[in-house]
Nanobody, 127 residues
């Protein structure tokens, strides 16, 4: 079983950058596909990015492609989301998630396919 804790959120001006971290506990971390989702007020939770267990494959939503970069350090049980060129529409609570069945395709984007979630970290981008 994996447990997740996100950090790194905050308030930033449009065009700025933030780096989110997701620290995982549990010996099986390196076998899980990991993902970031986000949820803005009044909206459904949406997929942002995913990374394979090895880090060799990544996938992004069209809304963040070219601006965000997902990475992981299995030795430190941590997943990162580097967010550059932030826009006001990126404002949301960002959640880290582990795939329900371990290693799945990085194109798996449905929240129901992820069984373990962190508590979320708020990202606010001012215009």
């Amino acid at each position: 079983q994996v447990q997740l804790v996100e950090s790194g959120g905050g308030l930033v001006q449009a065009g700025g950058s933030l780096r989110l971290s997701c620290a995982a506990s549990g010996r099986a971390f390196s076998s899980y596909t990991m993902a970031w989702f986000r949820q803005a007020p009044g909206k459904e939770r949406e997929f942002v990015s995913a990374i394979s267990w090895s880090g060799g494959r990544t996938y992004y939503s069209d809304s963040v492609k070219g601006r965000f970069t997902i990475s992981r350090d299995n030795a430190k049980n941590t997943v990162f989301l580097q967010m550059n060129s932030l826009k006001p529409e990126d404002t949301a609570v960002y959640y880290c998630a582990a795939a329900k069945y371990g290693s799945v395709r990085v194109t798996t984007t449905g929240p129901s396919d992820f069984g373990t979630w962190g508590q979320g970290t708020q990202v606010t981008v001012s215009s």
